[in-house]
């Protein structure tokens, strides 16, 4: 399976617990290019229409991005940045690659590593291990089940 970049963001506008899903919505790009064009194009006109920003806010807005990702030396830094501008609006809880997410100690990627272990039935005594790469198509299948009934916001 290809080691492809993800990125998944949740409402933080309302209680979107409501929603079943928790709001979020999950990306799968080719590359970090076809990422950062996503977060410059569509992730900004989400965030416009949430919070109901003009067109020239909007403007500001991606702006705004463009000299954060600019001036980010790395992902994580990029992601808190991010976050702090779209406060009550959207939050970022991934954005990295598959092999990232099998494998780093982060919150998000511990709590979806966990719920696959437990899914999958194995790795008791580590639920938070390694997903290894012969297991990233089970890995991925159990994203969309796991942001519904996952604990990770």
């Not at 830094?77 to 976050?83: C, D, G, I, K």
């Not at 159990?142 to 604990?151: A, C, S, Y």
Request: charged share 30%.
């Amino acid at each position: 399976m290809e080691n492809q970049w993800a990125l998944c963001h949740v409402d933080s506008s309302f209680d979107a617990s409501l929603l079943g899903n928790k709001g979020s919505q999950w990306h799968w790009f080719h590359q970090r290019d076809d990422l950062i064009e996503y977060l410059l194009n569509d992730y900004i006109y989400l965030l416009a229409d949430t919070g109901e920003l003009d067109e020239y806010q909007t403007e500001n807005a991606r702006e705004r991005f463009e000299l954060l990702i600019e001036q980010s030396r790395n992902d994580q830094e990029l992601t808190e940045q991010l976050n702090d501008l779209t406060v009550n609006l959207r939050r970022i809880v991934w954005f990295g690659t598959l092999a990232q997410l099998a494998e780093i100690d982060d919150e998000f990627a511990n709590a979806l590593r966990s719920y696959f272990w437990y899914d999958y039935g194995d790795n008791e005594d580590d639920p938070e291990a390694a997903v290894p790469e012969e297991l990233w198509p089970e890995f991925t299948d159990v994203i969309d089940e796991f942001l519904i009934e996952g604990e990770y916001c």
